[in-house]
């Protein structure tokens, strides 16, 4: 139930009768900037007048000079709040008071916001995640036809940068022109890519260097290639941090993140930054991708002012941007099912952030009415944490209702107070701690709601119309109702209302906190400043003296913690005052005004009732009534408004009584008369038979003496049987016999003077008869459908109407009903219900309902009369079809250790999947259907089949034994509960989808790093062409599989980062150097790997080796699978020599060739003739000396 508290709100004034006003008058002020100089006032601030008690509130706006007023406002106690955009919001330290009298300037000035100078975006992913393998990085390519490089080629380089890159090999052509044809370029011999991914390309012809360093004018060196952007994006983003690995063709390409490559997660852009040949390397990324949470509401909270400064709601990628200054600044976040997110962010130095949700711990359970049944109008659910340190943000959560399901997303391992609430019935409060495990069932059962009582009592000075007039107030409240103006309104808890605003905020309220709350509600000053718009005479309203008001209470009865009534007792003294006229005094006839707001009946009911005391000697004489008052008795007068909209307004009319008057009245028991003619001299009663009813004349007045001392003689039959007579201010008769009957009071008062007061009893002997219709079989509820069946699917609305059902008093009686059967507070008439199980659902004429539940029902109408009698039962059978589907869920089981629950699975491990905490609105476990699917082709007991599913009813169903064999970071399990359907409607079924985690069994997979400081070159100072063995060890850990399939790659890179070799066969050596052939590295062991390298050329050179088993988890393959170092190789030791006598040979064979050419210029001859053995000998040494010519020709070359 949910009661506002309206009535300490000033509720009585909702719709205020203006009883008058003498002047006009205003609530005024201006608004400007705080510490601006000069003029500075604001314009369109929005300010709101806010009622102290109700929080109801009126709004206008600064105009273009800054200032507002209002006119003519209700009389009360006020805040006044100032809001605009780029502004803090201020608000009235404390309620201030406005009686009308005069008017009350309130300025304000709003601090101004800084500038929105950065943005903040914030990616929202919850922690499912879905493994990806192997996806490829291919950018997009672009093809250039014929571009002329002519004008880019650099002289002092002869490069030429094309206008595109990097570029795509192989697949280029170049041609070169210069205008009398062209010409296609040889690549690798007349050009050159020097650099792909820069676009370098190096001129290697002579003719076309001299042409172009000549001028580029008539000449093309025309390309045409394709290029490829440098930034592609993963087909599903966002990708969860550290999870991803990249390939380089068949290498990891992890040693080279942030320097060949970079990875963007949060959007998953990848760039390629380098050391990367388009069309020639292949790249490629395993990763895991984080489901993203749109919709998630993403708040910047300054929590120094205590206000939002910027708030978002995050679109279908899960991004939101948010406009922002350089401050430190709560982030808060917030989605559905998801637990809240609050964490501290300075906007300063953080442009863009992730915020990971969990999904929400499950507080879940059914509404269920006492004496069974399920409650769903009005549904609504909180849960309060108790930390008393959790931020506002965090405190409150507010549960997702279907039905009579209540389902909370809460934190784990905090303490909360539940409350749920429903129309008609009193909010249950329990404490719920949200561990272990993921999820806790907590039904409520609700009992009916107690009435809240608002009465007012207005006491008259015997002598003074004027002064003192007092207004006592007495508030019987509930411990779900709500007081406007305290923190958390709408939590349906008083206590928790007190315990926030007012406490220590650990959600248990405690003595100090309870009497907090009156001196709380004294300083919201008096309930009625005023009494304009609540009571006046002779149209003249009083003002409350400014010290007179005072609250007592709050009473927790019968204690704080197990409370079922809160009693709270407020008093002022009221006057009039100036410029209100005077109200003489002693005159014979005064005119009384009260106006009350109606009872209300939406959650709960509040009853309103107002008692006026007349002065002494004056009773009400006649009454003008507007609306649905009823009133009781004359002297003080009870004003009882019923339940209706707005407000009722009684005038009544009070007359001196100079010689006293006899008042008689029926006043019990309760619910066996029904007061029928309020008005004196026709006072008329009908009252059940057979019944002790009471009769009283206390309202009789003696303006002289007191009344008590009076003689009272009472004829119950005075028509009829005048020997039935009564004696005594109160008397108790019974009517055995319908009928009308005449009861005579005749009052003799102490001083003689004789009175008396003829009144009129109807006795009711009928029993009244009930009759159901319905909107569904006559929209215009034109059928009676009693006897009949009715057919509906549940959650669907149905309203009845019992206004068909019809009551006598008895046969002949005449006296004409305006309601046959009572539909007012205290009354009720109709009793349904709709379960069949003796529960009176409604008391309502029309009620709206629905089945939350399927089944037959036996629903019920019982109509009660205005003094008790009741009616047979009306019935009508109600078939509700079942058209919902079940509530999937299942938990995962470890039988190896105590059949404990778990959320973390271990590859080769069995483990149990039980769905039997599935629920149905229908059906039991027994009768469900239950379909499993499980990814990554898991063994499984039942067995699954091909596509991974299987499917089983009840216990054979909601079992299955699963084990995965590899591992991973998310085995998306769905199950699919169906249930049998009911009446007429089909079975309906549901999912539920989980990603499961498989972790490694670290016992079934080697685990190797390189052992740190075990890299070593020999030599270490090499040089060109020498052998080089490269040695490292490796270690497997302990308790680990071993390793049998180690895959080890080398690669030497020159000082440009250039690949010059690769090497993949290492030598195999134990840890003391003996020959190791198996290759293999048993668990706690370690080997040393030798490679042999050499280069051709000096400088520096890296070495970078990676290792890992083919049996090794890649998420184990990082950084400890990689061993890097460098060497300098220097020059052969052999080349200066050898140049040294390379010169030598040249300067001989010059002198030679000098001498001979002397011998030529003179005639001689070169070589003298000799035998033929000579001869023979002369040409094995030609053939030495062309040797010799050739080998001179090389080393010119060379």
């Known amino acids: 139930m949910l009661a506002t508290l309206l009535v300490l709100a000033g509720g009585l004034a909702a719709s205020p009768y203006w009883i008058a006003r003498a002047q006009t008058t205003q609530i005024y002020g201006a608004v400007r900037q705080c510490n601006a100089t000069g003029p500075s006032f604001l314009t369109n601030v929005a300010v709101s007048l806010i009622d102290a008690h109700s929080a109801q509130s009126i709004t206008t706006s600064t105009d273009s000079a800054g200032v507002y007023n209002f006119t003519n406002p209700s009389t009360g106690s006020y805040i006044l709040r100032f809001v605009l955009g780029e502004y803090y919001t201020r608000q009235s330290a404390a309620p201030f008071r406005y009686d009308g009298s005069i008017s009350l300037r309130v300025d304000a000035c709003l601090d101004k916001m800084p500038s929105r100078i950065t943005t903040l975006t914030v990616l929202v992913v919850n922690t499912l995640s879905t493994a990806h393998f192997g996806e490829g990085l291919s950018p997009a390519r672009f093809t250039i036809t014929r571009e002329n490089g002519a004008g880019a080629f650099n002289s002092s380089t002869n490069i030429v940068t094309v206008a595109h890159q990097p570029v795509v090999h192989p697949g280029s052509v170049v041609r070169w022109s210069t205008g009398s044809g062209d010409r296609l370029l040889s690549d690798g011999r007349e050009y050159n890519w020097t650099n792909l991914f820069t676009g370098q390309m190096l001129i290697g012809d002579p003719g076309i260097i001299a042409s172009l360093t000549a001028g580029s004018t008539d000449k093309w060196l025309n390309v045409s290639y394709q290029w490829s952007a440098t930034t592609t994006t993963v087909a599903f983003p966002p990708v969860v941090p550290g999870s991803y690995i990249v390939w380089k063709n068949t290498t990891s390409w992890m040693p080279e993140e942030n320097v060949s490559w970079k990875l963007d997660p949060n959007k998953g852009v990848f760039t390629f930054l380098g050391n990367f040949i388009f069309g020639t390397d292949n ?45 430190p600044l709560e982030l808060q976040v917030q989605a559905d099912q998801y637990q809240p997110v609050a964490l501290t962010v300075d906007t300063t130095t953080v442009n863009s952030t992730r915020v990971v949700l969990s999904t929400g711990f499950q507080v879940f359970g059914h509404a269920i009415r006492s004496g069974g049944g399920f409650v769903s109008a009005g549904l609504v659910g909180f849960l309060y944490n108790m930390n008393p340190a959790a931020s506002l943000f965090r405190k409150v959560l507010s549960a997702k209702v279907q039905s009579s399901l209540y389902i909370f997303y809460a934190e784990p391992g905090q303490t909360y107070q539940m409350v749920i609430d429903a129309d008609g019935y009193r909010a249950g409060t329990v404490t719920v701690v949200t561990s272990p495990g993921t999820s806790r069932e907590v039904d409520m059962t609700l009992t009916p709601s107690l009435k809240e009582e608002y009465r007012t009592n207005v006491t008259y000075d015997d002598t003074d119309w004027n002064t003192p007039l007092t207004v006592a107030r007495k508030f019987t409240l509930r411990p779900d109702s709500t007081i406007p103006g305290l923190l958390l309104p709408g939590i349906r808890s008083v206590a928790l209302q007190i315990d926030y605003t007012l406490g220590d905020k650990n959600g248990i309220l405690t003595g100090p906190e309870a009497a907090a709350l009156g001196t709380w509600l004294e300083s919201r000053l008096a309930d009625y400043v005023t009494t304009s718009g609540f009571l006046g005479t002779n149209g003249v309203p009083y003002n409350s003296t400014a010290t007179s008001y005072v609250v007592s209470g709050p009473n927790f009865q019968p204690n704080l913690l197990t409370a079922t009534a809160i009693f709270i007792n407020t008093t002022a003294t009221y006057r009039v005052v100036a410029p209100n006229p005077t109200i003489p005094n002693g005159k014979d006839t005064y005119y009384v005004n009260v106006t009350v707001p109606n009872d209300t009946n939406t959650t709960g009911y509040q009853d309103h009732v107002v008692v006026v005391n007349l002065p002494r000697g004056y009773e009400m004489v006649s009454k003008k009534v507007t609306g649905s008052i009823t009133t009781t008795g004359w002297t003080a007068v009870t004003v009882d408004p019923g339940q209706a909209p707005g407000t009722s307004e009684i005038d009544m009319t009070v007359r001196r009584s100079r010689n006293g008057t006899a008042l008689a009245m029926v006043t019990g028991p309760a619910g066996k008369y029904h007061t029928y003619d309020s008005d004196a001299d026709n006072w008329t009663a009908i009252v059940a038979a057979n019944a002790n009813i009471s009769f009283s004349a206390s309202q009789s007045t003696d303006p002289v003496g007191n009344i008590n001392d009076a003689n009272f003689t009472w004829k119950f039959k005075n028509t009829t049987d005048p020997a039935q007579i009564r004696w005594g201010i109160d008397s108790v008769f019974n009517y055995t016999q319908s009928g009308r009957y005449t009861v005579n009071l005749t009052l003799v008062q102490a001083g003689g003077n004789a009175t008396y007061r003829d009144i009129y009893v109807y006795v009711d002997d009928t029993s009244p008869v009930a009759v159901i219709k319905d909107n569904k079989t006559s929209p215009a509820f034109g059928v009676n459908v009693n006897g009949t069946t009715l ?37 009720r008439g109709y009793e349904w219900d709709y379960q069949g199980d003796g529960i009176v659902d409604s008391s309502s004429v029309k009620p709206p309902t629905a089945w939350p539940k399927p089944g037959t029902f036996n629903m019920t109408l019982v109509v009660v009369d205005w003094v008790g009698h009741k009616s047979v039962p009306a019935k009508l059978t109600v078939i509700v079809n079942d058209t919902k589907g079940p509530s ?87 199950l699919n509960v169906t249930d049998t359907g009911f009446g007429s409607a089909k079975p309906n079924s549901a999912n539920r989808t989980v990603s499961v985690a498989v972790s490694v069994d670290q016992s079934k997979h080697p685990d190797l790093q390189v052992v740190p400081g075990s890299l070593r070159f020999n030599p270490s100072q090499p040089t060109e062409g020498q ?69 051709a050329s000096q400088g520096n050179k890296t070495i970078q080796v990676y290792f890992n088993d083919t049996a090794e988890p890649y998420t184990w393959v990082d950084a400890q699978n990689r061993v890097t170092g460098t060497v300098f190789v220097s020059l052969a030791s052999w080349v200066i ?33 000799r035998e033929k053995k000579e001869k023979k000998k002369l040409k094995g040494e030609e053939e030495e000396e062309e040797a010799e010519a050739e080998d001179k020709r090389g080393k010119k070359r060379l």
């Open 1027 to 1095: 052998a080089i063995n490269v040695s490292f060890e490796i270690l497997n850990l302990e308790n680990r599989a071993n390793a049998s399939g180690v895959k080890i790659t080398l690669y030497a890179r020159d000082s440009a980062g250039a690949l010059v070799a690769t090497y993949g066969d290492p030598q195999w050596l134990t840890d003391a150097w003996a020959s190791a052939p198996d290759k293999v590295i048993t668990a706690g062991e370690k080997v040393r790997l030798i490679f042999t390298v050499s280069f």
């Open 1137 to 1169: 020599p050898a140049y040294f006598v390379a010169v030598i040979a040249i300067i001989a064979l010059v002198a030679i060739g000098y001498r001979m050419w002397s011998r030529y210029k003179a005639g001689e001859p070169l070589f003298p003739r």
């Open 791 to 827: 057919e509906v699917n549940q959650d669907d609305p149905v309203r009845f109407d019992g206004f068909g059902s019809s009551d006598i008093v008895f046969n002949g009686a005449n006296i004409n009903w305006d309601i046959k059967v009572p539909d007012v507070e205290g009354n």
């Open 283 to 327: 790249a490629s990324i395993s990763y895991s991708s984080a489901g993203v949470v749109s919709g998630a509401t993403v708040n910047l909270f300054n929590a120094t002012r205590s206000q939002v400064v910027a708030s978002g709601r995050t679109d279908g990628t899960g991004f939101v941007t948010l406009s922002i200054w350089g401050a």
């Open 888 to 974: 999937p869920n299942f938990v995962m089981l470890d039988p190896a250790h105590d059949w404990v629950v778990v959320t973390g699975l271990t590859e080769g491990k069995e483990y149990v999947f039980n769905a039997s905490s599935s629920t149905d609105n229908y059906d039991s476990s027994e009768n469900l259907t239950y379909g499993w699917h499980f990814p990554g082709a898991p063994t499984t007991t039942p067995v699954i089949d091909g596509n991974g599913n299987f499917t089983g009813r009840g216990a054979q169903g909601w079992n299955i034994t699963v084990s995965w064999a590899v591992f991973n970071v998310s085995y998306n399990v769905t």
